[in-house]
């Protein structure tokens, strides 16, 4: 079993839609919790940061964490075509100088 | 915000030269960068862990003589694939956290292809 489990997709949607991304993730010292976007032959880019359960919202994404499920998740409000990318979840023990472990990524493409 | 840069973006070499690959943190010091590798709709792989001032640190699998890194400096990793064959063909990346920020910062990532 992976220590984290992404559902690769592919996942279309129309534009404006609501999406839901997830990941479930089987170490329980996992304490922080991260989204990132990746573009085609592109680096990783840091979208959202977590480090407790609950929300937290950044213009029109919202992360969601629930420690007692594992199980992370990231919404994406009005969805635009500039969206559709590849959308990672990564998480680590600690804050410091910590490895990361990563999701398998979920290629999503918003159609106009 | 925190930038890492990485040159360069693309390369190809022919099969058993070697090719050097830098990563730097352009606006802050780190002791620890990470080097990914990732393969075409897969997701990042951890390859090792490179320290500033210390021998890295290689994650299972990982050839540490075939993947040398040097972290020489407290902005300037590099990661030299020798003796370099297709099958080292890939996607590779770096990362490194700015200790005033949250999460990690990944350069843009070098292609290489092994002719």
């Known amino acids: 079993q992976k220590e984290v489990e992404q559902d690769p997709g592919p996942l279309s949607v129309p534009e404006g839609a609501i999406v839901s991304l997830n990941c479930t993730y089987s170490?329980?010292?996992?304490?922080?919790f991260m989204w990132y976007r990746q573009y085609s032959r592109k680096g990783p880019e840091l979208l959202m940061y977590t480090y407790s359960s609950g929300n937290k919202e950044d213009g029109r994404f919202t992360a969601q964490v629930d420690k007692s499920s594992k199980y992370i998740s990231l919404f994406i409000r009005d969805s635009q075509p500039s969206d559709s990318a590849t959308y990672l979840c990564a998480m680590s023990i600690g804050p410091g100088a910590q490895k990361l472990v990563f999701g398998q990524g979920t290629r999503l493409t918003i159609n106009p | 915000g925190a930038v890492v840069s990485q040159h360069p973006s693309r390369v190809i070499c022919k099969s058993g030269t070697s090719v050097k690959i830098e990563c730097r943190s352009l606006d802050f010091q780190a002791t620890t960068m990470f080097w990914y590798r990732q393969f075409p709709k897969q997701s990042l792989m951890l390859m090792a862990t490179s320290n500033e001032g210390s021998k890295a640190t290689y994650e299972q699998g990982v050839e540490k003589d075939k993947f040398l890194i040097n972290h020489a400096s407290l902005t300037l990793s590099t990661l030299t694939v020798t003796s370099a064959h297709p099958e080292d063909s890939s996607f590779y990346i770096c990362?490194?956290?700015?200790?005033?920020?949250?999460?990690?910062?990944f350069g843009s990532g070098t292609r290489l292809t092994v002719v």
């Open positions: 170490n329980s010292a996992f304490q922080y």
């Open positions: 990362s490194a956290r700015d200790q005033a920020s949250y999460g990690y910062t």
